[in-house]
């Protein structure tokens, strides 16, 4: 009997709490079942306070990438260069190849198709001082480091050339100096 009047008031309650507009939302137990807390994920304080999208890790490598370049425009970051900077392209025919076709398009007018110093420009008199590539002491790392920051009079080519193209001209530049040099 007494769960008799328990049922009668549960089903009188529960009709009660269903028949109310239907429009906004009926009682809700543990609402953040229903609900997720939203957050902003790109905010530096997305959740509990740590931002959700960090940043990559330093160092980081995106996938197809490369290394970001990180020795100095500076004497020491020459020489750092010269002596530690490999290249990390294999040495073949199809980068020897690609890397004459830009050394003649970037490089020629001013150190000529030999590499010895005898551009257009050199001739025209227009730069003063091309160096022949025999009569500089350079190394792969330090061909690329001049190509990404340039020295005196000759500029920086990073943004004319890709990573790779870069890579292939160094590639080309020692082929010429050895030639030089025979
Ligand atoms: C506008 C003319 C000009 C162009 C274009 C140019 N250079 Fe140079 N380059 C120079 C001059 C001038 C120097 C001498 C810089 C110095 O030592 O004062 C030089 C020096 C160099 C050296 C020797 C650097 C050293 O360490 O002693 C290399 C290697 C070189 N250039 C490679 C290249 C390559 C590869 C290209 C094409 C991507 C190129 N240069 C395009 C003018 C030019």
């Known amino acids: 009997m007494k769960n008799f009047k328990l049922i009668i008031v549960l089903v009188i309650v529960v009709s009660i709490a269903s028949c109310g507009n239907k429009r906004t939302p009926q009682l809700q137990y543990m609402p953040d079942m229903y609900e997720s807390i939203p957050y902003d994920a790109d905010a530096e304080n997305g959740l509990n306070?740590?931002?959700v999208n960090s940043k990559p890790?330093?160092?980081?490598?995106?996938r197809g990438g490369h290394p970001a370049y990180d020795f100095a425009d500076s004497n020491q970051g020459y020489e750092k260069a010269k002596m530690s900077l490999k290249n990390p392209l294999e040495n073949s025919e199809k980068n020897l190849t690609n890397g004459k076709a830009m050394y003649t398009i970037y490089c020629t007018s001013c150190h000529g198709k030999k590499g010895d110093g005898n551009g257009y420009l050199s001739q025209a008199e227009k730069f003063l001082g091309i160096p022949s590539y025999k009569d500089r002491d350079i190394t792969e790392g330090s061909i690329y480091h001049v190509l990404m920051h340039g020295?005196?009079?000759m500029g920086s080519h990073s943004s004319q050339l890709t990573y790779k193209e870069r890579w292939q001209i160094v590639q080309y530049v020692e082929v010429l100096r050895a030639d030089l040099l025979k």
């Open 151 to 153: 020295k005196n009079l």
């Open 57 to 62: 890790v330093a160092g980081s490598i995106p």
């Open 49 to 51: 306070g740590k931002p």
